[in-house]
Nanobody, 116 residues
Framework: QVQLVESGGGLVQAGGSLRLSCATS????????MGWYRQAPGKQRELVATITSGSTTTYADSVKGRFTISRDNIKNKVYLQMNSLKPEDTAVYYC??????????WGQGTQVTVSS
């Protein structure tokens, strides 16, 4: 059974930092690309950052220079370090995995709220 479980969300003031974690099980983590998406109220889910199995990273323009995605292939976890948070970063953040042979899986999401 595949599980992706996010943690680390919460309430933070603008300018603060949070570190999201996503623990995975049931997938061959090392061959999966991993990513973080977010969905704000009334908006579509949007890509935040991705990291390939080879650790190549991409970021949405809105978070470049502030967020860092990383992975630990021993612990089967992916992380999102979020610095200089802004109120517009408020959203539910979702972890996702993807591999061609198994497809995409999603976590249940973790709420991030940034107060001004």
């Amino acid at each position: 059974q595949v599980q992706l479980v996010e943690s680390g969300g919460g309430l933070v003031q603008a300018g603060g930092s949070l570190r999201l974690s996503c623990a995975t099980s049931g997938i061959i983590f090392s061959i999966n690309a991993m990513g973080w998406y977010r969905q704000a109220p009334g908006k579509q889910r949007e890509l935040v950052a991705t990291i390939t199995s080879g650790s190549t990273t991409t970021y949405a323009d809105s978070v470049k220079g502030r967020f860092t995605i990383s992975r630990d292939n021993i612990k089967n976890k992916v992380y999102l370090q979020m610095n200089s948070l802004k109120p517009e970063d408020t959203a539910v953040y979702y972890c996702t995995s993807y591999a061609p042979i198994t497809g995409r899986y999603w976590g249940q999401g973790t709420q991030v709220t940034v107060s001004s």
